[in-house]
């Protein structure tokens, strides 16, 4: 994180810095040209941009910030065709009904929240305590699978959910 960036700025920045990373080794590989996409999912409270924990003090401190608030989870999508990069953006509000502590401790000591932006996964055990969605609950898993179907079908990749 750069100090004073947006997190919609981050997230798109991150997006595009795997993107050119992805690219960059499958032209060291010799592979084929093929359409190759990358994704970055962040969470932010307010300006604040809550990323991986790095321990589970850092995981307790995220999810007690999360407790009874609303949140967005922002989701970059970036799409390299061979000839041009295409890209977007889903933004998602997540609301968490208060945390007590003890789930807080035991989602914790599940390992969970590793490795997850904003500590946890919306599929995971705190679900039950996801009281609101406004947006793209495939974007919150990480991939908002209709900005990629459209940058697919943008793009004229063929795949399964093209008309």
Do not use: N
């Not at 307010?46 to 989870?73: E, N, Q």
């Not at 009281?131 to 399964?160: C, F, N």
């Amino acid at each position: 994180m750069r100090g004073g960036e947006a997190p919609t700025v981050y997230v798109q920045r991150v997006t595009r810095a795997k993107l050119d990373a992805a690219c960059r080794r499958c032209t060291a590989r010799g592979l084929p040209p093929a359409p190759v996409l990358c994704a970055d999912t962040t969470v932010a409270l307010h300006a604040r941009i809550l990323g991986k924990p790095a321990d589970a003090h850092d995981a307790r401190a995220m999810l007690a910030a999360l407790s009874g608030r609303t949140h967005r989870v922002l989701s970059a999508v970036a799409l390299w065709t061979g000839t041009r990069r295409l890209e977007a953006l889903s933004i998602s509000r997540v609301r968490f009904a208060v945390l007590p502590r003890q789930v807080i401790d035991a989602y914790v000591d599940s390992g969970e929240p590793f490795g997850k932006a904003g500590a946890y996964a919306i599929q995971s055990a705190l679900a039950g305590w996801i009281t609101h969605i406004d947006g793209s609950y495939s974007g919150v898993m990480g991939l908002p699978l209709a900005e990629t179907a459209a940058l697919l079908r943008q793009a004229k990749v063929a795949h399964h959910l093209s008309a």
